[in-house]
């Protein structure tokens, strides 16, 4: 079982900046494809941005050009950086890494965009 532990979210006004980290409990997390989530009230989650093992990324068309996704495979962590931050991004923002068969989510993190 491979734990996940999400940080960074929080309460900014339109335009703002946040930095999500995911840090994963695996020695093989280099080896995993991850991913990262939203879900806002009332709608079904939806996949935002995604890195590989060999570091391609792939983002939504919501928040490219906004967001990048990034990985530290030493620090067995994943981050998001979200720019320019609007009332829309507000959700919970979960990380998910998988290989093969195997998926793990972590418990999520809430970002809120608001004057």
């Known amino acids: 079982q491979v734990q996940l532990v999400e940080s960074g979210g929080g309460l900014v006004e339109p335009g703002g900046s946040l930095r999500l980290s995911c840090t994963a409990s695996s020695s093989f997390f280099s080896l995993y494809d991850i991913e990262w989530h939203r879900q806002a009230p009332g709608k079904e989650r939806e996949l935002v941005a995604r890195i590989i093992s060999g570091g391609s990324t792939t983002y939504s068309d919501s928040v490219k050009g906004r967001f990048t996704i990034s990985r530290d495979n030493a620090k067995r962590t994943v981050y998001l950086q979200m720019n320019h931050l609007e009332s829309q991004d507000t959700a919970v923002y979960y990380c998910?890494?998988?290989?093969?068969?195997?998926?793990?989510w972590g418990q999520g993190t809430q970002v809120t965009v608001s004057s």
């Open positions: 998910n890494i998988h290989r093969a068969s195997l998926t793990y």
